[in-house]
Structure formats: C-alpha cells, structure tokens
C-alpha cells in the first residue's frame, strides 16, 4: 500500500474545528483512503474513509484533494474525548489483501 | 454495530507459562480477523492474518510456533502466546473485517514476569 505523511502532533482546543492533514503524493487510483483513532490504551477506532468525494459521518468529515495527493479529516468541534492518535492509511480496493498499515499517526491534544 | 470484543482485557502470567487471548465479532460473522501487538509509544504492527478453517498467514519475524492463532468459527479467533517471555509483554489487538472496513477490540494488555 502506498505510503501516508501525517505531522507527529497537532493541538487544538475545546469546542474549536480541528483539520488533521494527511500527504499521500503515490495513492492510486483504487487506493481508498481511511482514518481511524486510536485513545490511550484502547484499540484503533474506525473513523471515515473515501475514495475521491467528499464524506461526512456522524464522527468527522473527510475532504479529499481534486487531484487525492492529499486529505484532511475535519473534526468540527473538537471535545476532550477527542483527543487521540489519528492514523490516514491507505487501503487498495482490489485483491484479498485486507491488511491495514499503521504509520506513527498524528497525536492530537486538546485544551480545556 | 460492528463491535469486536476480547478477552481477557489484561493478564500477568509467569515466564513460560502459555497465555490465551480471545476476539470476538459480538454482531457480525468475520471470515477474516487480524491481530497486533504494540509496544509502548509506538504504532501497531501486524502479527497475522487468520482467515475462518485455514491455516493463520504470518507477517515477516514473527514465529508461528510462538504465537499460535486459531479461528475456528466466524466470530471467534484466539491467539495463545506460548512460553511467554519478558519480550512478549505488550498489547495485543485484534480486528475483524465487515465489508472493507476492520473493527478493533480493545485490546489485550500482557505482562511476563
């Protein structure tokens, strides 16, 4: 799968958007691009995921670049319970081959 | 929906004693599951892909006869990690895939002493 660039940290405060940036300059064309979020000592959290549309869910927004090199899921408030390690990987649509790699994610810490 | 459980949620054990973890899909069936494992400040890596009746596929360096995983039914896997080691302490995460998307448990801490 190809490869994603997240900053290592990012803050926000309370109740303020928050808009985590994701680079992915080699995704191809059948590459899907998820989020999930991982809370300290709990397991990853599905987040959203898109192909080249914009989507929105319960949880977040996901804004895919025109041209998918890049994304960014958009928390709109964020709150204390959304302070987490956030991971973008890339996940190919085609094949068997189900398997997600983790990067180092992006941790975000938000202030009361 | 989508909910994945495992069990137990921690466990110490003595060094050479084995130790088994669970992972359950609570609402849907799963053909195929994944376990991690994490060491502390770091991301998770991929230990193995089991798949429902067949034989788990194991990532690079990691040692089947070690870490052996059964999923013998569609909402059960297990993982027994054998003669267990201080190294061997981590945390350990499975999912369970539903349509293209995996569902985490919450993960197994294990302690070796």
């Known amino acids: 799968d190809a490869k994603t660039t997240q900053p290592n940290s990012m803050e926000s405060n309370e109740e303020e958007p928050v808009h985590l940036p994701c680079n992915h300059s080699?995704?191809?064309?059948?590459?899907?691009i998820h989020w999930y979020r991982q809370l300290p000592s709990q397991g990853p959290e599905y987040v959203i995921h898109?192909?080249?549309s914009n989507v929105n869910n319960r949880m977040a927004s996901l804004a895919i670049a025109e041209d998918r090199k890049s994304s960014t899921l958009i928390l709109h408030r964020a709150t204390l319970r959304d302070a987490a390690v956030y991971y973008c990987?890339?996940?190919?649509?085609?094949?068997?081959?189900?398997?997600?790699?983790f990067g180092k994610g992006t941790l975000l810490t938000v202030n009361p | 929906g989508a909910v994945v459980s495992q069990h137990p949620s921690w466990v110490i054990c003595k060094s050479g004693t084995s130790v088994k973890i669970e992972c359950r899909s609570l609402?849907?069936?799963?053909?195929?599951m994944f376990w991690y494992r994490q060491f502390p400040k770091q991301s998770l890596m991929l230990m193995a892909t089991?798949?429902?009746?067949?034989?788990?596929?194991?990532e690079q360096g990691v040692e089947k006869d070690k870490f052996l995983i059964n999923h013998a039914s569609l909402t059960l896997s297990t993982l027994t990690v054998t003669s267990a080691h201080p190294e061997d302490s981590s945390f350990y995460i499975c999912?369970?895939?539903?349509?293209?998307?995996?569902?985490f448990g919450p993960g197994t801490r294990l302690t070796v002493l």
């Open positions: 898109g192909l080249t």
């Open positions: 609402d849907f069936q799963a053909t195929t």
């Open positions: 990987i890339l996940k190919n649509s085609g094949g068997s081959n189900y398997k997600l790699t």
């Open positions: 999912s369970a895939r539903w349509a293209d998307t995996q569902y």
């Open positions: 080699t995704i191809s064309g059948t590459d899907y």
């Open positions: 089991s798949n429902e009746g067949s034989k788990a596929t194991y």
